[in-house]
């Protein structure tokens, strides 16, 4: 008897929806929930963090009415892939958080079609004003980009990126441990879980005060570096910031580049790995685990600041430049064998 593929995936999503048809009303607005988070253990300093967790259209314009704050903490969360979910539910976000000092909104993407989607949310995401913080965030704006392509992030800045162009940037929470003295629980069970389902307390409070660090340390940066961390300066940043549409293209053509070496290196070509040294090297710095300015608490900042968004563009060109070499080479020149592995 041939198996039915009726539960081939984990869970049935209650609030999932096609994001192909965005003329699907049937989906349903639950009642706006709020709750007040408990500052974590350990450190009784914190700020507890009221949530709102919704899909309500009008409840998320009367929050974007009630905060008028200049910067907010920015995350997503997204069905992970590979741990059995439904892998249509995994290419776009189910989660977006904005967080202030002390309150944050969790809207459930999932459970909201993009043509439901509030007017003053979307303005809010395109518009200079306010700054969005986080790390990863242009991940995160691609993410977005695709769930509603009325959505092209701007005013984002990456926490991750502020030091320089030779090394890779840092996660949040190795940005939170440095400025805060804060390590952020990272439980990888609520990680992983489904956040495409109606959510938990343990997976609201894991979004938001991932949203909140961002918000958090942003506002500490200031008071300890005014000389770096002012408006003049960030203004500076955001002039440079690359728009949503670029960044897909971009996206896009390093995504072809790795999968053209992944071909070649499948195909068995070998190359004299002296010839690609330069770009290797270059590569490697861009991936150290850590920022040498974010190991302890004595950290010493650049005077100048650049975007997470330029080591993209870094990488995105040694990557190329690796493909212009190899489109050099000849097949009697190419001796040695896998050194390129991105």
């Not at 995401?125 to 992030?153: E, F």
């Amino acid at each position: 008897m041939k198996r039915s593929n009726k539960n081939k995936y984990k869970y049935k999503y209650k609030y999932s929806y096609n994001n192909n048809n965005n003329n699907n009303n049937n989906s349903s607005h639950f009642s706006p929930f709020t709750t007040t988070t408990t500052p974590p253990p350990g450190h009784p300093d914190l700020p507890p963090l009221t949530i709102t967790y919704t899909n309500d259209p009008k409840t998320i314009t009367n929050w974007i009415a009630r905060n008028n704050d200049p910067y907010l903490g920015f995350d997503t969360e997204s069905v992970p892939g590979g741990q059995g979910y439904d892998p249509s539910l995994t290419s776009t976000p189910s989660t977006l958080q904005l967080c202030s000092s002390t309150t944050c909104l969790l809207i459930h993407l999932s459970s909201l079609p993009p043509s439901l989607l509030p007017l003053s949310l979307t303005t809010l995401l395109n518009s200079s004003t306010p700054l969005k913080i986080g790390c990863a965030i242009t991940d995160d704006s691609l993410s977005l980009h695709a769930y509603s392509p009325s959505i092209s992030l701007t005013s984002r800045l990456d926490l991750g990126g502020l030091s320089g162009s030779t090394v890779r940037p840092v996660g949040l929470k190795n940005v939170t441990k440095a400025i805060l003295d804060y390590d952020i629980p990272k439980n990888r069970k609520i990680m992983l879980s489904d956040w495409s389902a109606k959510l938990s307390q343990s997976q609201l409070e894991y979004a938001c005060r991932d949203a909140w660090a961002g918000y958090a340390v942003f506002v500490a940066l200031k008071e300890m570096y005014p000389s770096i961390f002012n408006d003049e300066r960030i203004l500076e940043i955001m002039e440079k910031e690359i728009n949503v549409h670029e960044l897909k293209v971009r996206f896009d053509e390093r995504k072809k580049a790795k999968a053209r070496i992944k071909y070649l290196k499948g195909e068995g070509f070998t190359y004299d790995s002296s010839r690609v040294k330069p770009f290797r090297e270059k590569l490697n710095l861009n991936r150290q685990p850590q920022l040498p300015i974010f190991k302890g608490l004595d950290i010493k900042w650049p005077e100048k600041l650049e975007s997470g968004e330029e080591f993209k563009q870094e990488e995105f060109d040694i990557i190329n430049g690796v493909l212009e070499e190899i489109k050099n080479w000849d097949s009697d020149e190419i001796t040695d064998v896998e050194d390129i592995d991105f």
